[in-house]
């Protein structure tokens, strides 16, 4: 692995994509990993309790050592601190607790949970003093990931004044309100102003939202001030995102990235899987790599028309190989190219 970013690199946590084998493959030495990972939120209610793709990412030595942080998702105080105490009592290796304070779904703010907790910040302000306790007993960090705010960024004021006296370890901020989903246009002067608020009281400051290269990681941190970058969508694109924002001289190929899509099977693979089943799993990272292929969107057109994983090579052979294979996979997604068109 080649040199340092000068600043913190996170892979953003995202459901049914941030799992152990992925978190794994990223880590390899033919990709490159962050600085650290994040788990996809563990849903937490009254009865819950640890669900198994959690228990299969935490339980072992993470990755290279790349440290884990737990993510939780939930409004009840009494549910939050017994899961996330069992979590820490049973997988000690894991570093922190993260919030999720930003999650869109209507279904989930309905319940005043994830993107819902921005509508009472008393109340998540409560949860989060509750947890810096258990986690200090813990001697675990606490972290928070949040939006601008929930239908606009007017309380953002009162929430980094709030977010200041808990003593977060580090607060990650999506630059978007919780109405803007993924589409709106990152406000990276919101996140400008929560890093210098938050980075007076000593809490640093994690942007999130479109960081989809190196050079726009660099351009952000600059910008904004900002102790690090978090990336989703454009780390599943370009696996080899953390590594460019260490070593400029890391420049993939098509060929490369055909290698990565044959990678991608053995992440998804689950014993007893139908090879239907496999090439489901499969689409769910190939929506976000489509977008980096061609400007058409023929390779995901094609690619969402497969039904097993050697239909998707056969796609995927005529995109990455022959004469294509040894040009240089672009760093940016081409505009106009939708990853998940009912989504985003
Ligand atoms: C498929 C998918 C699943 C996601 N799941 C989670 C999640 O479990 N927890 C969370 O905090 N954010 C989740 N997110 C949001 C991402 O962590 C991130 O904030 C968002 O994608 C913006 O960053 P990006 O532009 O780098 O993708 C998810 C996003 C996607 C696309």
Redesign the pocket.
């Given at each position: 692995m080649a040199g340092t970013a000068v600043f913190k690199t996170v892979l953003?946590?995202?459901?049914?994509?941030?799992v152990r084998p992925f978190m794994a493959l990223l880590a390899s030495e033919r990709y490159g990993a962050p600085d650290c990972f994040?788990t996809?939120?563990l849903r937490v209610h009254s009865t819950s309790g640890i669900d198994e793709d959690i228990v299969e990412t935490l339980c072992d030595e993470p990755p290279l050592g790349v440290p884990i942080v737990l993510?939780l998702?939930g409004e009840d105080i009494e549910a939050l601190l017994r899961v996330a105490g069992e979590a820490l009592t049973a997988f000690p290796r894991t570093v922190g607790i993260?919030l999720?304070m930003?999650?869109p779904a209507p279904k989930v703010y309905k319940k005043a949970v994830?993107g819902g907790l921005l509508k009472d910040l008393p109340h998540a302000f409560e949860i989060l003093r509750e947890l810096r306790t258990l986690c200090n007993d813990f001697g675990k960090k606490l972290s928070v990931?949040c939006r601008l705010g929930f239908e606009n960024t007017d309380a953002l004021p009162r929430l980094l004044d709030g977010l200041c006296g808990i003593g977060l370890d580090e607060v990650t901020i999506?630059g978007r309100t919780v109405r803007g989903l993924?589409r709106d246009p990152?406000d990276y002067k919101s996140i400008a102003l929560a890093a210098r608020v938050l980075g007076e009281a000593g809490v640093p400051v994690i942007a999130?939202?479109?960081?989809?290269s190196a050079e726009k990681a660099r351009e952000i941190v600059g910008e904004t001030g900002c102790a690090g970058v978090?990336?989703?969508?454009?780390?599943i694109r370009n696996p080899w995102i953390f590594r460019q924002m260490r070593d400029e001289k890391c420049i993939p190929t098509f060929s490369d990235l055909f290698d990565y899509i044959v990678d991608l099977e053995a992440v998804v693979k689950r014993e007893g899987d139908s090879r239907e089943r496999v090439a489901a799993r499969m689409k769910?990272y190939l929506n976000?790599v489509g977008t980096g292929i061609d400007a058409d969107g023929k390779f995901l057109y094609g690619m969402r028309r497969s039904r097993t994983p050697e239909e998707i090579f056969e796609i995927a052979q005529k995109f990455c190989l022959g004469d294509r294979a040894e040009l240089p996979f672009p760093r940016e997604a081409y505009a106009g190219v939708i990853a998940?068109p009912n989504?985003?």
């Open positions: 953003a946590p995202m459901q049914d994509i941030t994040v996809e939120f993510q998702i993260d999720n930003g999650c994830g990931k999506h993924y990152v999130n939202g479109d960081i989809s978090m990336c989703g969508r454009h780390a769910k976000f998940r989504c985003e």
